[in-house]
């Protein structure tokens, strides 16, 4: 299986050799569906596809529903883009197993690939091809950024989706791995039991984060109920709506800071905006780690835009840069481990 791996000081170059090929006088209409259409990071891969797509004449859609995110909804959006004879779909995938033996019973001739999140191993024959993280170095990278703040170890409790989420599942997997201080896989299933000072309350990981309108409170319970360390967020739940944290949080975590016993935070995001920097400044979360939406969106269009055309492409493209947000700091690169 080719896999093409990118980061930043690569971009250009990609960009340059899938630009000179594919030059195509008649346009053609792309879609991406997304998991929830109203979240930063699908928003931002939209824009990046579009972009990409109008330096060749073509368009790219941003397409799926608002709100929670359910595979039976993405299912139907899926059926919507099939019905629309479009050139080619990437699918950022709820549920593997459900969307294979539905929607893309009904795929036909229209090229498909996964962004963001990939079908299951038993059903990739359905796809062309990938582009997204390299998920479990982006664990690693989390929990690295964990370690510079808690090198002694603690109790971690990992807020994530739901458990069919295989990209979540890998980063899962990589934060254990860096916290174990070992490479050896496990599945993503071994929890920390006491390695390097690292251990998981039983009733961690928190699933099911997707519900942006409850997972505040999700987090709010777990701090009043237990004594908890860390806290890594696999993605950008918790500052979705950075002044619902502030406000169901901020007093919670002002009590923890007096009392010695405040968690240290790091979440998985897209570029922050100035209301989830801001949290950052006021001691709300340690350290946000960025993901490259608009660079996963460009890529997807260049593989649809190669398998309209006929060309070759490569099975996977691994996006793995990634930039470190701070306290009243510029992002900057996190060193490779």
């Known amino acids: 299986m080719a896999i093409v791996s990118l980061s930043l000081p690569c971009r250009r170059l990609a960009f340059r050799a899938a630009l000179s090929p594919l030059g195509s006088a008649e346009p053609l209409q792309f879609a991406l569906i997304a998991k929830r259409v109203d979240h930063r990071f699908f928003i931002q891969a939209g824009e990046g596809c579009a972009e990409a797509a109008r330096t060749q004449g073509d368009t790219c859609l941003l397409l799926g529903s ?47 690939i996964t962004f963001d999140s990939d079908l299951e191993p038993v059903e990739q024959h359905l796809r062309k091809g990938h582009v997204g993280l390299d998920n479990l170095a982006f664990g690693h ?22 458990p069919q989420q295989a990209n ?34 039983n009733r ?11 997972v505040v409170l999700q987090l709010a319970a777990l701090l009043h109920a237990s004594q908890i360390d860390a806290i890594i967020s696999t993605g950008s739940w918790p500052i979705h709506e950075p002044r619902t944290y502030r406000q169901r949080l901020g ?54 835009k190669r398998l309209a055309r006929g060309e070759p492409i490569a099975r ?22």
Not at 73 to 97: C, F, P, Y
Not at 142 to 149: D, G, H, I, V, W
Not at 319 to 335: E, G
Request: hydrophobic share 35%.
């Open 66 to 112: 608002q709100g929670p995110i359910h595979f039976r909804q993405q299912n139907q959006a899926l059926e919507q883009a099939l019905a629309r004879h479009l050139d080619g779909i990437a699918l950022s995938v709820t549920h593997s197993k459900w969307l294979a033996t539905h929607a893309l019973q009904r795929l036909g001739k229209t090229p498909l």
């Open 141 to 162: 990278q989390l929990a690295m950024l964990l370690q510079r703040f808690r090198p002694q170890g603690g109790k971690l409790c990992i807020l994530t989706d739901s």
């Open 168 to 201: 979540h599942q890998k980063r899962i997997q990589g934060i254990r791995q860096q916290l174990r201080g070992t490479q050896v896989s496990d599945g993503g299933s071994g929890r920390l039991n006491g390695e390097n000072g690292w251990s998981e309350p």
């Open 204 to 214: 961690c990981p928190l699933y099911r984060a997707e519900n942006l309108e409850n």
């Open 251 to 304: 007093p919670l975590l002002a009590e923890l800071v007096a009392r010695g016993s405040a968690p240290t935070i790091v979440i998985a995001t897209n570029e922050p905006d100035a209301d989830q920097r801001a949290l950052l400044d006021d001691g709300l979360a340690q350290a946000y780690l960025g993901m490259e939406g608009r660079e996963t969106g460009r890529q997807s269009y260049w593989m649809l």
């Open 316 to 337: 996977e493209v691994l996006i793995d840069h990634y930039a470190i947000h701070l306290p009243r700091a510029s992002p900057q690169a996190p060193a490779r481990p």
